[in-house]
């Protein structure tokens, strides 16, 4: 649509905005606002029915600066080369800002996967493979699950991927199940690194977590293990949670005045998020308007669902004893909002680092694949919980000397790590 900009223009401003605060060489811009490699092909899937189908796919390697591209492939119907690039892009600063030594890629295919059989489904994931395979692997690139694929689906492609090159190589993608090359604790990752980080800059704004109480909106993945989290690690309380009701096509806010069992939630709970109205409210739970999370009167707010939740608009309704706003979803705060919060002084921790549990215990899972030696789920969110710590540590301290906001200071990080990289790997004049 003219005049609207797109998902990868947003990726592309951004960085622009923090190269011109750290006064990156022209050069250097020039190589990390654009993917280093970009991959558009056709798969040609023959249908149950007979038919042959051709859909087409991406792969974006923005980066391979700090090591192989890593990042998801989504399967959607909207799924656009550009969204591909700024995920990719977003993916080396998520990396880099946690130090893990991976950089940026995504992938897709534009499909619907809810109107594929089981057989259709493998034979495009089989069919994804049989397209990259000379451009992804251990040392090249290593996808993992997003939005539309999932375990089943990444031991698919780990399989065809091991047929083709004659190697049982089982660090080519990550996400796989348990049992199959997946690491322990991977289930549970995203929403603990969210916890881990909440806890840290409670440390910093001398907040007790046990008289804390949170707002989450969500019940999926994230936002069920944030949930848990808060209680179970911190101390503290969750006033509520939140879902889209694929049922009724709406979204519900579910609260309990001695706060939320997660797990009683979860345990009726869907597949896809949506929390039983029926059983929740005979267990005492009250059940309320989509929106009415973010007006909850909570010292901490977990957006945790999908992007743009907390606007120029929804911002007005947030209580006034908000003290730490920690985005577990990519992107739900709007740049009107952030200015909100920056005003106000509300604590941010910013998406990429909140969030950044799952690339991390990712990145264990190849670790673990390498040495094919496997850590318990212990050894390995004992690890993450250091990394994510060491990652809040770095963005604060950022923060701090440069005086900028939080969200600013996680890009500074990141984007000097990989300039540093590019320095020492002999990209840019001078000694290092
Ligand atoms: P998910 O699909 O498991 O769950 C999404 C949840 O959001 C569901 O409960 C759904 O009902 C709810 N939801 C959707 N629209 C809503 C609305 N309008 N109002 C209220 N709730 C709504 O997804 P997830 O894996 O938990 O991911 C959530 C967010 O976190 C996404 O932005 C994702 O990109 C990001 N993220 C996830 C991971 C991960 O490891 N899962 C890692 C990094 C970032």
Request: aromatic share 10%; hydrophobic share 40%.
């Amino acid at each position: 649509m003219a005049g609207q900009i797109n998902a990868f223009q947003i990726a592309q401003a951004q960085f622009d905005h923090v190269a011109e605060q750290l006064k990156l060489d022209a050069g250097v811009r020039e190589v990390l606002r654009w993917p280093t490699r970009e991959f558009t092909f056709r798969i040609p899937v023959r249908m149950d029915d007979g038919s042959l189908n051709v859909f087409t796919g991406f792969r974006v390697q923005h980066s391979d600066v700090r090591g192989p591209s890593k990042g998801g492939i989504r399967f959607a119907a909207d799924e656009t080369l550009d969204t591909v690039r700024a995920l990719a892009m977003w993916m080396t600063w998520k990396c880099a800002v946690v130090d893990i030594p991976l950089s940026g890629g995504k992938g897709g295919i534009v499909v619907d996967p809810s109107k594929l059989s089981v057989n259709e489904k493998e034979h495009l994931c089989r069919g994804w493979v049989q397209q990259m395979i000379r451009n992804i692997g251990p040392r090249q690139d290593i996808p993992a699950p997003d939005v539309g694929t999932n375990a089943q689906m990444m031991g698919w492609m780990m399989d065809e991927y091991s047929k083709l090159s004659g190697e049982f190589t089982p660090g080519a993608f990550t996400g796989k199940p348990v049992g199959s090359g997946g690491s322990q604790g991977r289930t549970e990752a995203t929403g603990f690194g969210v916890i881990y980080n909440i806890r840290e800059a409670m440390k910093r704004r001398n907040i007790d977590p046990k008289n804390s109480v949170a707002a989450i909106q969500g019940f999926g993945n994230v936002a069920q293990h944030a949930a848990m989290g808060f209680v179970e690690l911190l101390g503290g309380k969750v006033a509520c949670v939140s879902c889209w009701d694929r049922n009724d096509k709406k979204s519900y806010t579910y609260s309990h005045k001695d706060g939320v069992d997660a797990k009683f939630l979860l345990s009726i709970t869907d597949q896809y998020g949506t929390i039983d109205k029926a059983k929740a409210t005979a267990a005492g739970y009250a059940v309320e308007d989509g929106d009415a999370w973010i007006s909850k009167e909570v010292d901490v707010l977990i957006p945790a669902a999908i992007e743009n939740q907390i606007n120029a608009e929804s911002v007005k309704k947030i209580s006034s004893r908000l003290k730490i706003l920690a985005e577990g979803a990519n992107g739900p705060t709007t740049p009107e909002a952030d200015e909100y919060f920056k005003e106000k002084g509300i604590f941010l921790v910013p998406d990429f680092l909140c969030n950044a549990g799952g690339v991390t215990t990712s990145y264990f899972e190849g670790v673990q694949n390498d040495m094919n030696f496997y850590w318990s789920k212990q050894e390995v969110l004992g690890r993450l919980d250091e990394k994510i710590t060491d990652a809040f540590n770095a963005v604060y301290e950022m923060s701090e000397k440069k005086k900028v906001y939080m969200r600013d200071a996680a890009y500074m990080v990141a984007i000097q790590r990989v300039v540093d990289a590019m320095q020492m790997r002999g990209w840019l004049q001078g000694d290092w």
